[in-house]
């Protein structure tokens, strides 16, 4: 799953495995998880109405196993290109009658890929033409060698509309998951995977995730891509309401300003203002990505881990001044500069002149040397050029704050903010062959640029955001259209424009810090 280097060995506790069915259309991919599902559900948890969230657990002998419901590779795939890695094993289904097919091929090309484990199971043993042994020898030709033909793959022959040999799947799934010890830190902040989400009449924003590190609770501020929001609610895949889901567990969420996007991470905040920021970050690097702005791409891993560290960036600071009383004084007025996005550390602080010592620790940590009525001798003052070290010497506390602050502002990232700078109704469409959709539009207000950004949202749903391919008036490319004018336009890949629609133009504009 995730790189849990940041788990020490003894926080680690064993996890249910997350398991995924795959294999050819029509292979019975949901009538196994169906029966699964139906037959493996404890009494206890029964109790409640099986709601589809889009994963679900079962248990067998004491022991979970978390099931992705969406049969089939797509939203494996999907998930996978997002970065994603949340399954441990895939359950290969292949009909014993009908035996290896292209798609049940793309299935293992596809596990191999993501180094999932794959069961074999050979489905409908019940039907009159079933022949395994046939099956064993197509995939011995992929590669797979089953264990009775002296490989390593195991396969076990069900039948999932008789519900037969489902038991025995779900012992070697749990078998596999104990030869792979699958381990997960379930005390710290929850981070894991979208698996599904969509927006919910009554509700809002509905997702379900899969929590893969951590235990996720109601109340807990968190951050997926660009959607944010505090935890509200939280139910199970058995309808329940929860107040926690720890590691490999599925529970739909509550609470998220927008619809997610299923595959991408979620993680948890310190605040609510932080998961905020992060979500506008993303935001914002999504929109300069589209305008072409954009200088680096934000990586969530590391907003994440920036997250987890508590504060965004670090300044290091070495601290020397004549008197004790003035380098604590200066100690104190600077530690107190620290904020959500800067900390400030004081790795060092003492009486006395800038020597060597102090010079190769700033090195050693990026650190800058505060001088307070103190100063560095020439000898010093010559290896500080040479190591680079930015050594400042002030008399005023107060300018040292003033110079700290303005540091402190030179480490952030620039800020970019969307400012929408018009709207154009759709009043007619036009397709041309070879070339799209061309749009008709009338400028409601403010203007739009041909660099600008363009969003269509219809029903509360963006259904585009991207650039426009060309702007018109008339026959001429133009460079702006202002409120009250008509003009043509082309959406950057896409074609779906329909009369009626409204394009929003934004910009993304700098923020003086
Ligand atoms: P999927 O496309 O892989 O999800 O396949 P389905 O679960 O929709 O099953 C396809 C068809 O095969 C359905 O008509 C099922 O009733 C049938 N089927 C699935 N499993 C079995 C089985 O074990 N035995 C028999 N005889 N038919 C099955």
New binding site residues.
Partial sequence: IFKEVEDKEEDLEARPPVVVVM?H????????LDAIRSTHVTTREAGGITQHIGASTVTLNGKKITFLDT?GHEAFTAMRMRGAQVTDIAIL?VAADDGVMPQTIEAINHARAAGVEIIVAI?????QGANPDRVKQELADQGLLVEDWGGDTICVP?????GEGLDNLLEMVLLVAEMNNYKANPNCKARGTIVEAQLDKGRGPVATVLVQRGTLKVGDPIVAGCAYGRIRAMVDDKGRQVKKAGPSTPVEILGLSEVPVAGDMFYVANSDKQARQAADKVKAQGRLQILGQSQQKVSLDDLYNQIQEGQMKELNLIVKADVQGSVEAVKQSLERLSNEEVRIRIIHGAVGAITESDLMLASASGAIIIGFNVRPDTATKAIADREEVDIRLYRVIYNAIEDIKSAMKGMLDPEFVEKVTGHIEVRQTFKVSGVGTVAGGYVLDGKVGRHSGVRIVRDGIVVYEGKLASLKRFKDDVKEVNTGYECGLMFERFNDIKEGDIAEAFIMEEVPR
């Fill in positions: 294999g259309v029509d292979h019975g991919k949901t009538s196994l049969p289904v489905n409908k043993m019940d039907k069900v039948s999932a509309v008789k």
